[in-house]
């Protein structure tokens, strides 16, 4: 019985190890593709984008990944960096969002394509707005907007100004909730207008190299005022939702009115029965609420990197670029003039004039930290 | 290997005095594999908080992390909460699992066997299902306010993204392993020794204080213990039912480190957090040393 036992141990113990460090190799016309956004992105791409890429390609498929978020990106590329000193295969190809200024040094350390150089056929078709970097390919966009329950709202009354939205929120305690500014962006950009808002609704103030901690201390500090004058009177008292589809979640219930929403994530909602018809939407007219662009990122390492890139050209393609539009309730990544006349006239309600933008980088952490620390605690819940 | 094969023929229960090495190799690989991926990263994490270069980038000791910590009201106010939360969760524990195992313990039939299996259950939920269902059930015009209101009584305070509502979803998740370990010491208690009480005349609660207790202490201690450990670094459930502040040390950490981009104080916060664990572990190890002492 008991050398049966280590027997059957030591089979197990060996066939473990033969297992365990096995080592494994992308393969040559599979593009590893990650994303850090929501699943409804991850849906977008794997029914639409795939299914035409592969087609339009034979012989290349795309391996479509969740990250999980902006951090699980940076940790596939710290690896790619790892990767790239021992000359070995960082098993990714294209990051459908990422900075490429995370992690730190990536870009020098050469991990990353240099899109603008890469000879992209679409390429100057880029919205000028949406360029950040010669590293990355911003391909779509979208923009937080204020969801509504036209039932208990009228779109008359709807806030059109910062001023309107936070007396609208003081006369109806309890109706408006925005989520954890890390854990979503429509409570994040919410947040981050709050701080367009204290500091004379000057985006530009803010650049992503400019932070220093007495500069964001003076600018972040009015903005936490702001929050907090306005946290008593949010859903129970100022309670935050973990994420930007719990705060759809509240609105569904009825237990809100309003909540900032991403527009992509809404139209999606709204169109698969989510949120009623009754739903409405409005932007803020004095300054919108902070949109961005999603940027893209080819790693100049991956195993398939002539394919991703040209994955990366099909993205701007007019294809895909209408089914953003017309799919996904996001805006396109080119400029308008490459986009078909008829969509440019039926979706002129969600296009915005102007996108406010935020920057990343070392305001993120500040944010977020600072957030937490200062609008988080500060009340007094079963008061 | 050739002691191996005399082993065959050894009785069961070792008699002789001579030890073999088969049992040392048996928990070889599972010692080894913590040793790697446990207890080497601990010592690592506390080397790395406390050995480490200062601004001119000269490597010493330095404990400022520690003392930010623990002069930093935030900070307390989230491992606060998190205690709060882990004696709350082993009291409700200890409240709803003594009674259900000392039912399923005394009682025949089928009855025992639904409850036992609906006790169980909790254990094959994965815990982001039960944090979904506990919005939609417990949370703002959830079903019971749905009940509630469809025989016109008022809401309920509903306990989503309060403190309490971690407490109730971790209470409900660690419900199955405590049952299972009380009702493994309840095992222990013979029916004579019951029965013998309650012909001296011993009423229902002196025979459980008298009687059961002092038998299941241990296990009691051991059931408290695994769910303590279980609960203190939970994420998933205080992440998406509790408060955003004050925060568990689990979202807390994990904010730090990703969001924050502050790993020393991630790890600071990591290595506290095992200080506290490994002390409720010292009470698991300790009655279980008593225990085989006995």
Redesign the interface.
């Known amino acids: ?3 049966r036992t ?1 027997m059957m ?1 030591a089979a197990g ?1 060996a066939a473990g190890m033969a297992i365990l460090p096995r080592m494994s190799f992308a393969a040559e016309g599979v593009i590893d593709w990650y994303t850090s956004s929501d699943s409804n992105i991850l849906d977008f791409w794997t029914n639409i984008v795939k299914p035409a890429f592969e087609a339009a390609h034979p012989g290349v498929t795309i391996n479509l990944v969740d990250a999980g ?1 902006g ?1 699980g990106i940076i940790a596939i590329s710290e690896r790619a960096m790892a990767a790239k000193q021992t000359n070995t295969d960082p098993q990714a190809d294209f990051f459908e969002s990422a900075d490429p200024l995370l992690p730190a040094g990536a870009i020098e350390a050469g991990i990353f394509v240099n899109i603008k150089e890469a000879g992209l056929s679409n390429y100057s078709k880029l919205n000028p707005a949406g360029i950040q970097s010669d590293y990355s390919l911003p391909y779509r966009g979208s923009q937080v907007l204020l969801a509504y329950d036209t039932t208990k709202l009228d779109p008359a009354d709807a806030p059109k100004s910062w001023d309107d939205l936070v007396t609208w929120i003081k006369a109806n305690p309890g109706q408006f909730v925005y989520n ?1 500014p ?1 854990k979503g962006g429509s409570g994040g950009n919410f947040v981050r207008r709050a701080i367009h808002q204290a500091n004379g609704l000057d985006p530009s103030m803010f650049t992503v190299d400019n932070y220093t901690q007495e500069f964001g201390d003076e600018t972040l500090g009015k903005a936490w005022e702001l929050l907090k004058d306005i946290a008593p009177s949010l ?2 008292n100022g ?4 994420g930007n589809t ?1 705060s759809i ?2 609105l569904s ?3 809100v009115t309003m909540v900032p929403v991403w527009s992509d994530q809404v139209l999606q909602a709204i169109d698969q029965g989510v949120l009623p018809d009754t739903t409405g939407l409005v932007q803020l007219q004095d300054l919108a609420l902070v949109g961005g662009f999603t940027r893209s990122v080819v790693l100049e390492t991956g195993t398939n990197r002539d394919a991703a890139l040209q994955l990366a050209d099909f993205m701007l393609s007019e294809e895909i670029q209408s089914a953003i539009l017309t799919e996904l309730g996001g805006f396109p990544g080119v400029s308008w003039d490459h986009i078909d006349p008829e969509l440019r006239e039926r979706f002129a309600d969600i296009v915005p004039q102007s996108i406010p933008t935020f920057p990343g980088g070392a305001w ?2 500040a944010i ?2 600072g957030w ?2 200062n609008v ?2 500060n009340v007094d ?1 079963n008061s | 290997m050739t002691e ?2 005399e ?2 023929a ?1 009785p ?1 229960i070792e008699k002789t005095g001579s030890r073999r090495p ?1 049992g040392l ?2 928990v070889a ?1 599972p010692v080894l594999l913590m040793a790697w991926l446990i207890i080497w990263p601990i010592f690592n994490a506390f080397a790395r908080t406390v050995w480490r270069p200062d601004a001119d980038g000269d490597y010493g000791f330095n404990l400022s992390s520690y003392v930010f910590f623990f002069s930093d009201q ?1 900070s307390i ?1 989230n491992l606060t909460i998190t205690l709060w939360t882990t004696g709350m969760c082993a009291l409700l524990l200890l409240v709803i699992c003594l009674p259900i195992a000392i039912y399923l313990r005394f009682s025949h039939g089928r009855l025992p066997a639904y409850v036992q299996a609906l006790a169980i259950f909790p254990m094959f939920v994965p815990s982001i299902i039960l944090a979904y269902a506990f ?1 939609r059930v417990l ?4 079903m019971v306010d749905i009940l509630l209101n469809s025989v016109g009584l008022p809401k309920i305070r ?1 306990p989503y ?2 403190p309490w509502g971690p407490v109730i979803g971790l209470v409900w998740d660690n419900i199955p392993l405590t049952v299972l370990i009380l009702l493994a010491g309840l095992g222990s208690v013979s029916n004579q020794a019951i029965e013998a009480a309650r012909d001296v005349g011993a009423r229902r609660l002196q025979v459980f204080w008298y009687i059961i207790l002092p038998r299941i202490s241990n296990s009691v201690l051991v059931a408290i213990s695994f769910a303590v450990l279980g609960i203190f670094s939970s994420f998933t459930l205080p ?2 039912l509790g ?5 568990m040390m689990g979202p807390f950490m994990n ?1 730090t480190f ?5 790993p020393l104080n991630a790890i600071t916060q990591a290595v506290i957090t095992f200080c506290f664990c490994i002390a409720f572990g010292l009470f698991y190890v300790r009655s279980v040393a008593r225990n085989q002492g006995k």
């Open positions: 019985m008991k050398r280590f141990s113990a978020d951090a954890r890390d859903y129970d309670a935050y939702s973990s719990q979640q509240l219930q009825g237990v993120e952490a977020n930290d937490y620390r988080a605690p819940r | 191996l094969a082993g065959g050894r069961l088969t190799l048996l690989v935030y106010n919005i949370g703002p015009n959830g509903t993204l309060t992440y998406l408060p955003a502040s004050p925060e904010r990703r969001e924050v981009n502050d």
